[in-house]
Structure formats: C-alpha cells, structure tokens
Nanobody, 117 residues
Framework: QVHVVESGGGLVQAGGSLRLSCTAS????????MGWYRQAPGKQRELVAT???????NYADSVKGRFTISADNGKNMVYLQMNSLKPEDTAVYYC???????????WGQGTQVTVSS
C-alpha cells in the first residue's frame, strides 16, 4: 500500500523560508511525476509545482522565483524550498506522486503552512 507523508510545515513570518519534504513508501514504482498542490481556506486546491522524472519543472505563476521543487526519484522523495514567503502562501500543502504504470496519483494528508504578516 502506497503511503505518502509530508513534513516541514509550520508558522513563519513574511519574508521567511520553509522547506517541505515528501516521501512515498510502499511503492513498486519510481514516480514519473511528483508535485505539490495547496489549498487555502475557502479556496480550491491549486497547483504549486511539479517535477518529472526527467527533471522538467512547472510552477504556478504566483510562486515563480520564490519556490524551488526538487526530487530524488530513486527514493520517491520530493522537496519544496519556499523563500520570500507571503501571507497569501498560507495553506495546507499536499504532495503527490504518480505511478508511471497506471497514471494514478497518490496523495499525502497535507502539511499546514502559515505565514504571518
């Protein structure tokens, strides 16, 4: 059974940094896509960043230049370095990994990021 766990969230002041980590265990595959979404209170879940097994990255416009996604594909681990955080970055951040065989996405339970002004 695939188990995805995020860590690294917390409370930080505006302008600060956080690094989120995500590990997928119990997999029989190396994910071909991994990424992060976030959901703020009262809003829909939105894409933050994705990374392919080939290293191609994709970012939401709102985080470009501030956030960096990286991964260790061999270990199904993905990271999100978040710098210059803003109050509007406050959300629950969710990690997912995608099976290259079924294209199914496996999600974690989320980690809370709160940025105070």
């Amino acid at each position: 059974q695939v188990h995805v766990v995020e860590s690294g969230g917390g409370l930080v002041q505006a302008g600060g940094s956080l690094r989120l980590s995500c590990t997928a265990s119990g997999t029989s595959f190396r994910a071909n896509v991994m990424g992060w979404y976030r959901q703020a209170p009262g809003k829909q879940r939105e894409l933050v960043a994705t990374i392919s097994s080939g290293g191609d990255t994709n970012y939401a416009d709102s985080v470009k230049g501030r956030f960096t996604i990286s991964a260790d594909n061999g270990k199904n681990m993905v990271y999100l370095q978040m710098n210059s955080l803003k109050p509007e970055d406050t959300a629950v951040y969710y990690c997912y990994v995608r099976s290259p065989f079924t294209s199914r996405d496996y999600w974690g339970q989320g980690t809370q990021v709160t940025v105070s002004s």
